[in-house]
C-alpha cells in the first residue's frame, strides 16, 4: 500500500481511538448462581453508569478457594484489585503483611465524601481495626434469623409467631410433634448459630481478648456454663425428635421445605431461597434466647464477606477501586442488593428506602435481620470474631458438636475437646503471624 493510501486509514483508526482509556481492574468474588449472576448485574450496572472504570468480575470458586487464590497471586504478582473474603478470613486478611490496602486510607485518597457513620455500626465493627478504622467494605452481610412454617403452627394451635426463647421452642417444638410434624427444628450452621451467635446475643465471650480483637493472644473459652447448657439441650433434643441434626451448613432446608421440620434456624440471607423453594407460608423471627440468662438480648454477629483491596496497583487502578464502592454505597444499589439477595443492606439511607418503599410491609419478616442488628449497641462480646484459623476451628467445633449429637461425648466434653484443639490452632496462627 502507497504513503498516500496508508495515511487515511491510520488517521481514521486514531480517529476511532479514545483520547482516554478506561482504568480496567479486576474483581475476584466467591458468589455462584442466582447470587452471583446479582453480583454481575450490578458490575454491569456500574460499568455502564460511567466512561472512566471497567470492572472486571469473576468467580473464583467458594470461600476458601478466593482468598487462598487471591493471595497465591499476590505472591506471583498477578493479584486482582479487589477480592471477596469471607468474614472468617478477616484475621488472615489483616496479617498479610503488604498486601491490603485498608479500605478507610484508600477512601480518604480517592474518594469524596465518604463516611464511616453512614454505615451500620453492627457491620462495620466486624471490619474495623481498634481504632475503629474500615479495613474492608462490607459487601454481602447477613445474620441468623428463625423461620417457622405458619400452616404448621395454626395446626397446632401455637400463636402467628415465632418463638421468642429457646424454652418456647422446646415448648413449641413439643406442641408441634403432637399435633403430628415429624421434628420441631433443624439448623443451618450450627457453629456460627448455636455457638457463635447463641455467646453475641447473651453477652458472652466466645474468646478472650474481646474475641480476638484484642490481640493475637486470644484464647477460646466457649466452653462455659451458657454454652454447655445450651448444646447439652440441643444433645437432649436430637434424641427426642425436638431437634433434627441435618449437616455442617445449609443441609437443613431440606427438612423445612418438606415440611419435616416446622422451624429451622439459618441465614437472612437464605431468605430468598426459602421464598423460592416452600410450598407454605412462613414466617421470619429473630434468634431465640434463654430469658433466665439474659432479659434483653444482644445484637447477634455477621457473617458473609466484604470486599479487599489489595496493593500493587497504580493509582489509577484505586481511583476505581474507589468509585467502584462508592457506587456499591449508593441506597438505591444497597437496598436492590438487600431486597432481591436477603443480604442486609449496610447504610442507614439503603434502610430508610427500603422502608419507606413498603418492602418491609409487602415482605413480611424481611426487616428482621436488620431490627436484630441494630436494636442494641453492639458490645465486645457481640462485635464479631476475629480469630486466626477460625475455618479450621468451625471444622473442629462441627466434629465436636457432632459427637454430642450421635450421643458419643457430652455436651461439656466436646466442648471442652473443641476448646483445646482451637486454642491449638490460635497458637499456630499467632506464631506464624508474630513480627
Known sequence: MSTKKLLPVMMGALAATPAFA????????AMGGALGEMTEAIVSDFNASQDDYHVNASYRGNYNETMTGAIAAFRSGTQPAIVQVYEVGTATMMSAEGAVYPLHELMATHADGFDPSDYLASVVGYYANENGDMLSFP???????LYYNKAAFAAAGLPDRGPRTWEEVESFSRQLMESGVECGFTTAWQSWVHLENLSARHDVPF???ANGFGGLDSELVFNGELQRRHVEALGEWQQEGIFSYSGRTNE????????????YTESSAGYAGINANADFEFGVSPLPYWEDVIDTPQNTIIGGATLWTLEGHDEAAYEAVAAFFSYLSQPEVQASWHQQSGYL???????????????????PGT????EQMTAT????NSRGLRLGNFPQIRAIIDESLESVWNGEASAQEALDRAVERGNEQLRRFEQANRG
Open 22 to 29: 478506561e482504568t480496567e481492574i479486576e474483581f475476584w468474588h
Open 139 to 145: 459487601y454481602n452481610s447477613s445474620t441468623p434469623v
Open 207 to 209: 474468646a478472650t481478648r
Open 252 to 263: 437443613g432446608s431440606s427438612k423445612f421445605y418438606s415440611e419435616e421440620c416446622a422451624m
Open 345 to 363: 443492606p449496610v447504610t442507614h439511607a439503603a434502610v430508610s428506602l427500603t422502608r419507606d418503599s413498603g418492602f418491609y410491609d409487602e415482605n
Open 367 to 370: 426487616d428482621t435481620a436488620v
Open 377 to 380: 449497641e453492639p458490645t465486645e
